[in-house]
C-alpha cells in the first residue's frame, strides 16, 4: 500500500495511513517517517495490531530506546513478560495496586522527562484498552506558542531558564496522592528550547512540571509562568486525541506538551509505553 499523510489539525499533528508496523519498513519509508515527525510533532498509525517486538523497533525509527524512568512491578495478563524498555499505563489493579503508572484521572499539561537533566527527545504510546469515553490526550505545539507569544513576554524571558520538580505519579499540580514518590530528578532548562534537530524554538514550561523561572522573585515568576501556561495551552495550538484500541501515537518532547482528560476508573485503560532518548541537554 501506498503511505497516505492526513493532517489531524491546522497547527499539530499528522495521521499517517497505508503501513502495516507489523512489518519492517524499509530505510527511505523510516527516513520519510522521521521528517513527517519533525515537521509535524505528533504522528498518528490507527489499527495497527503489534506486538512488544514490533514496538520496540518502530521506537527505533525515531532514535535509541530510552530507559524507563521507573521499575515495573506488576504485569497484567498477557503481559507477564513485558521487554525491557516498555512501561504499562494502566488503571487495572491486581490485589488493589495499579498494575501500570499515571492510572487515574485527568492529568495535567506536560512535558515527559522534563525534570531530567537530559530529557528524552520522544514518547511512544500504544493503545491496548481503552474506556468508553474519555482519557484522550490533549497535545499542544510549543513551535507556534512562542511564535505566537506577545513580544514583550518573549523579550523579557529570552535567555532565562526555569525550574522543574516532579513527584512521580502524581497528575495534578499540588496533587495530595499518597503513592507519589519524590522525583528522581530535577532540572533547570531554558525557557525556550531550542529544538537541537529542527533549529525552531519552543516554549519549555508546563503546569504541572515547573515551579519558577530562576533569577526571578516569586511574584513576577509566578506571572510570567501563568502568562506562558495559558498562552501554550490555547485551543488553536492544540490536537485532541480521542484513543481507539491499535492506536499508536509519537510526538515530541523537545517542541510539545500534553494532558491527558478525565476517564471512569470502573472502565479498564492500558496503553504501552516506549521513550527516546535524548542525547544533548537542552539549550
Known sequence: MTMTVTKLSPNIGVEIGGIDLR??????????????????????????????????????????????????????????????DIMLI??????GEPIGALPDGEMMFHHDMIH???????????????PSVGGNTIFANGYVAYETLPADVRERLEGRRAFHHYAYGTVQRGDPNKQAIAAFAESSHPVFR???????????????????????????????LGLLFDHAEKPEFQYEHVWRP???????????????????????????????????RPY
Open 194 to 224: 531550542t529544538h537541537d534537530e529542527t533549529g525552531r524554538k519552543a516554549i519549555y514550561v508546563n503546569r504541572l512540571m515547573t515551579e519558577a523561572i530562576d533569577g526571578l522573585d516569586k511574584d513576577e515568576s509566578d506571572r510570567l
Open 23 to 84: 512489518e519492517p519498513v524499509d530505510a527511505g519509508t523510516a527516513v520519510r517517517i522521521k521528517e513527517l515527525w519533525l515537521e509535524h510533532v505528533i504522528l498518528l498509525f490507527r489499527d495497527q495490531q503489534i506486538s512488544q517486538a514490533d514496538l520496540r523497533r518502530v521506537t527505533e525509527i525515531f532514535g535509541p530506546i530510552g530507559k524507563l524512568s521507573r521499575p515495573k512491578a506488576f504485569r497484567p495478563v498477557g503481559f507477564e513478560r513485558l521487554l525491557d
Open 246 to 280: 491499535g492506536d499508536l501515537v509519537v510526538w515530541d518532547n523537545r517542541c510539545s506538551m500534553h494532558a491527558r482528560t478525565d476517564f471512569s476508573a470502573g472502565e479498564r485503560r492500558l496503553l504501552l509505553r516506549t521513550t527516546v532518548s535524548g542525547d544533548v
Open 90 to 95: 494502566s488503571n487495572i489493579r491486581e490485589n
Open 116 to 130: 531530567a537533566e537530559v530529557p528524552h527527545n520522544a514518547t511512544c504510546l500504544y493503545s491496548v484498552e481503552v
